[in-house]
Structure formats: C-alpha cells, structure tokens
C-alpha cells in the first residue's frame, strides 16, 4: 500500500531532529542526530556528529553541546548510511522538519553522499492545520504544543527528546485530525499545502518546502499572492512602547513585579538599551515555578541571568513587518527586540501584537455587521466597504475576488437585517413569525459579483397556512 493512500494512524512513522551549530540551514552543521520510529519505539537513532567548525557559544547554550563533546564523534559521512537505513521506507516527521531536511540536503552535497527522503510531514504544518495560524503563533514553540496536548517534555533541545516529544504531540493529535476529516497521509499533505504564507516563511528562510513535494499540481499552484500586509507595514508602526530592561543581577521575583507593574510579558536583560545580552519572558518564569525545587535557592531568588534567552532576536525599526514573522517563525520565539539606526534596542514585538494588527478591514466590518443594534449600525458597516475595495484593488486583488468580498458583506447585512426585522417585530406587539419562512438575497451579490453600486434583489419566502391573510399582513 503507498503511504498516501494510508490511515496516518498505520504509516510508519520515524521522527526526526538535529542539533546544529546555528540557523543557516545552508550554512551550518549538523552536531547531533535523534530519530524514533513509531511502529517500535526502542528503535531509536542516536549520534553526536563531529561537525568539523567550532558550535558557537550562543549556540551551545541552547543545545549545550560543546566542542570537546564532539571531538572524538564521528564526522557525518560515517553517521549518514546508519541515519539512511533508519528512515528508509518511512514518513519523516519533525517540528519544522524543513529546516531539518535542508540542513541534511546541504551537508550531504557538501560531502558528496547520497542522501534522499520520499515523504516528510511537518507537525507544525499539521497543528497549523488543526489550531489554526493564530494559535500557533501564540503557542510559539514545540514546548507550548507539547504543554497544549499534555505531552511530558523531557530533554528539550536535545536531538533525541524533540524527536520524542514530536513524535508524542503527533499521537495525541490524531483523534482531532480525524475528526476533521484528516484521515490519510494524502488528506495531511492536502492540507498543509493549502498553508501559502507559512510555506512562503520556510522558503524565505533557505528551507525545503515539504508541502510542494507532496501536494498534487492542483492543490500547490505556486505560492500565489501572499496576504500583502506584512509588506506594506513596518516594525515602527506596530512596535510597543512599553520597553522594560533590567540588570542580569535582578531576581525572578523582582521581574514578575516589573512585568505586572508595566503590563509587559517579557523583560530584557542588560545594563541599558545598548548593551542587552537577554530576554525574559513570563512564560520562563512560570516554567522555573513549575519544575520541582531540587536547589536551595528558591525560585523567587533565581537571577534573570540563569534562565535568560540569548543571544535576543532582533529586527529594525525601519523593517517591514514580514521580516518580523520570519525571524520569529524561524527561531520559534514570541518576543523580538527592535533596534534603531545606532543598533540600541528602541523597543519590541509580541506575536500576540502580530495577530492583533493583523484583523483586516473585512473582520473589521464583518464584526460591525453581526453585532449591529441597529439600521445605522449596518449602514456605518456597509459605509466602510469603498475603503476596503480601494486597499483590494491596490494590493492588485483580482476584481472577481473583490466583488465576492463585497457580495459577501452584503449578505451579511441581509442575515442581521432579517434579524433585526424580526425583533422589531416583537418589540411593536407583532409577535413572532406566524410561520416558517425564508429571505433569497438574488442577482448578483447572491452570484458572489456584486459591485458597490448595485441594486439589490430579495425576496421572502414564506410556508402555506390557513390564515394567508394575517401571513401576508406579518410579512408585507
């Protein structure tokens, strides 16, 4: 049976993750190897890999693989056949497994071995699918799902328990894909190629577009117009201005009541704005509460230098709001620093802000259309459509799709005005509806080619009875 056509709770699975020295996928190396397959998860592919460059400080300090610890492994053409004999004939699955397959693809063309996959999924992808954008993105990272499907995480940045702790979020999330409809690895690689703008971030970023391999040619046009706003916007628009830095010194405690006092969820460590050398967030404080107490210290009285993220992530204050969500997606933060021209850190940039700027004009008046109290609350939403059409037309939306966003307000105006009527009804002593009926929005905005001038066509439907009379007296 070929994988596609298989349940994905039967297709062999071996998850996968490196360990490596940086976040070039096209640059950098590979220090250490993890995969677990699912049929038989004793089978399991462990190795340090000597990568023949020194693994940066900033580096170590996440993965804390150092030098000395991979002196004496052995280089990748050694490792490379057991990890081909591993994956053969599976489906490799990996939290931002793209990254991890161009980093292989570079490192296996670099030495000149023979190195290939026939079928890859990311979870991320696949949560994307499941969660929806704005969840993952304020989830963040494979810590966040994993806490999110209550999957124990255990050597977290260690090659071997991601792979596990992936391979544990994919198990739990089954029941859910399935009851959306995601049966078949083929439904999954339909799916998360329907994922444009995540797809166009890995792409941006060097990495291997799993989705494309898969998707047949009608599910993966090539990533088609990607939504404009992230293009037009910049960082300084959005930035907050909220910024809250603290010596490396200051306790947990001391930060928690910072935090609360500025409403920030994060602090940046350092002297002063020009020499940061972390970050903070509340979430890193809640996992410090929450792991068992084994040192005298308590968790109040940690230093922020002991659990610090560092190097911190930034972008310009001049940026455009994409790279923003590139770096974030690429490094999996929440957090990221903004700079000015002199290189000193102005402010930053929550993912939770990001969704936030996010609600288009659309949202906008949809929101005003289903919660109007009234005929001029609808008229006030309908009166914002010009402007939407002029932000679609210059972000070169083709006409056909405008005049569908427009049809579809209108409808939505339609389906509050019946509401609306009816209510009215009630409240001049009319009493509800004598019988069942129904409004048909016709003509062009019930065809989806509705323009802004348009006259509208409607009518009512309503079922027989005996007293056509008072019906008619109801309804007309």
Same mark, same amino acid.
């Given at each position: ?43 399991? %592919? ?25 002196? #004496? ?7 490379? +056949? ?67 499907? #209550? ?18 979020? @994919? ?8 009851? #959306? ?31 494309? !391999? ?14 404009? @706003? +992230? @293009? ?11 910024? *809250? ?58 230093? *922020? ?14 940026? %455009? ?8 997606? #690429? ?71 405008? !005049? ?5 307000? @209108? ?33 062009? !905005? ?12 409607? !009518? ?14 109801? %309804?007309?």
């Amino acid at each position: 049976m070929q994988l596609a056509t298989m349940p994905l709770d039967r297709v062999p699975v071996v998850s996968l993750d490196l360990e490596t020295t940086g976040l070039r996928a096209r640059a950098d190396r590979i220090v250490q190897i993890g995969a677990i397959q699912s049929q038989d998860e004793l089978a399991r %592919f462990a190795a340090l890999v000597q990568p023949g460059v020194p693994i940066p400080p900033a580096t170590t300090r996440i993965h804390g693989i150092t030098d000395e610890m991979v002196s #004496r492994a052995n280089a990748l053409p050694l490792v490379m +056949p057991r990890l081909r004999a591993h994956v053969a004939g599976c489906l490799i699955l990996g939290y931002n497994i793209g990254f991890d397959l161009a980093v292989l693809d570079a490192e296996a063309a670099r030495h000149g071995l023979d190195w290939g996959w026939s079928a890859a999924l990311c979870l991320r992808q696949l949560a994307t699918c499941l969660l929806g954008p704005e969840t993952m993105m304020m989830l963040g990272d494979l810590e966040a799902l994993a806490d999110h499907y #209550r999957v124990p995480v255990i050597d977290r940045h260690t090659a071997l328990g991601d792979a596990a702790i992936t391979l544990g979020i @994919y198990h739990r999330m089954l029941p859910g894909l399935a009851a #959306r409809g995601i049966v078949t690895l083929g439904d999954a690689w339909r799916e998360v190629a329907k994922l444009d703008a995540l797809r166009q971030a890995n792409v941006t970023a060097g990495w291997v577009d799993v989705a494309a !391999a898969h998707a047949a040619p009608k599910d993966h046009a090539p990533l088609a117009r990607i939504d404009p @706003y +992230p @293009y037009q916007h910049r960082i300084s628009e959005l930035m907050l201005d909220c910024l *809250l830095i603290m010596p490396a010194h200051a306790t947990l405690a001391e930060a928690a009541a910072a935090m609360n006092e500025a409403s920030s969820d994060c602090v940046f460590v350092g002297d002063d704005a020009a020499g940061i050398v972390g970050i903070v967030s509340e979430r890193d404080i809640v996992r410090q509460v929450r792991i068992p107490v084994t040192s005298p210290v308590r968790v109040r009285d940690m230093k *922020l230098s002991t659990i610090m993220a560092s190097p911190v992530i930034t972008v310009s204050a001049d940026d %455009f709001m994409h790279v923003a969500l590139g770096r974030m997606s #690429r490094f999996d933060i929440r957090h990221i620093g903004v700079l000015d021209e002199t290189g000193a850190l102005v402010s930053w940039v929550s993912s939770r802000e990001l969704v936030r700027q996010r609600v288009t004009a659309a949202l906008v008046i949809g929101d005003r259309l289903a919660t109007a109290e009234g005929a001029e609350d609808l008229a006030a939403g309908l009166r914002m459509l010009p402007t939407l059409t002029a932000s679609l037309t210059r972000e070169g939306v083709p006409g056909q799709d405008i !005049a569908a966003v427009i049809s579809g307000q @209108y409808r939505a105006a339609l389906r509050e005005a019946v509401r609306l009527a009816e209510a009215m009804m009630r409240a001049q002593g009319q009493g509800d509806p004598p019988v069942e009926f129904a409004v048909l929005m016709l003509g062009s !905005a019930a065809r989806g080619e509705s323009l802004l001038a348009a006259d509208q066509d409607h !009518a009512i439907l309503f079922a027989d009875s005996g007293d056509d009379e008072a019906n008619r007296a109801w %309804f007309m």
